[in-house]
């Protein structure tokens, strides 16, 4: 089956402490990318990348970092610098620009 | 630069009423649109997009969109809404000069029996 995906489903972190999320694609999509979800906040943009070794920053990257060295991964790790990392956190997939994106089950990330 | 209106937080409906999730945006050239559902804990599932033709587009689960491009609107329709619509749905335009895609803030749509 194509698609996307997430690991792991639930992840808990120690303050001071960085955590990589992990995304997957089979589909063969280009275009990858992370946003995090807050209540009432819709998703904010963290990064994107269009080809391999190529990323760029989105509206909310301070404090998150990536790769993306082979087209079929993208992950992305929550520094010790992001002040509030308690989120929801979805990685979305998509080739051409006038198709849309898939989307991941997204992970959610607690800060205990 | 491009964005996305969702001017509704919330939006009540009763079972087998019509119902309308409201969407504007703000791009430079023509806007590739879309609409996206969430279910709690989940990802997002598309639902429809618009990029050229008609200005009434058709899409999954009974769901369609009425593009119009003097009100720069995307609203969200179906003629009989059902309780299992009840979600949240995102409204979100692809800006062409960097392929960022870009969301609006969510509707959360309560469909009462």
């Known amino acids: 089956d194509g698609g996307i995906t997430q690991s792991p489903k639930y992840l808990f972190r120690k303050e001071g402490q960085n955590v990589t999320l992990s995304c997957e694609q089979n589909?063969?999509?280009?275009?990858m990318y992370w946003y995090r979800q807050d209540p009432g906040q819709g998703l904010r943009l963290i990064y994107y990348?269009?080809?391999?070794?190529?990323?760029q920053k989105g509206d909310i990257a301070e404090g998150y970092s990536v790769s993306r060295e082979k087209k079929e991964s993208f992950p992305l790790t929550v520094t010790s610098a992001q002040k509030n990392p308690t989120a929801f956190y979805l990685c979305a997939s998509s080739t051409f620009r006038d198709t849309e994106a898939f989307f991941g089950q997204g992970t959610r990330l607690t800060v205990v | 630069a491009q964005s996305v209106a969702q001017p509704e937080d919330q939006v009540n409906v009763a079972e087998g009423n019509p119902l309308t999730v409201k969407c504007t945006y703000s791009v430079s050239g023509n806007p590739y649109l879309f609409w996206y559902v969430q279910y709690p804990n989940r990802g997002l599932q598309f639902l429809l997009k618009?990029?050229?033709?008609?200005?009434l587009v058709k899409g999954s689960y009974g769901f369609e969109a009425e593009f119009n491009k003097s009100q720069t609107s995307f609203h969200l329709k179906k003629p009989s809404a059902l309780v299992s619509d009840s979600a949240l749905y995102f409204c979100a335009v692809r800006d062409m000069a960097n392929d960022k895609i870009i969301f609006g803030k969510g509707t959360r749509l309560h469909i009462l029996p």
């Open positions: 990348s269009q080809i391999v070794n190529d990323f």
């Open positions: 618009y990029i050229t033709g008609d200005n």
């Open positions: 589909l063969n999509h280009d275009a």
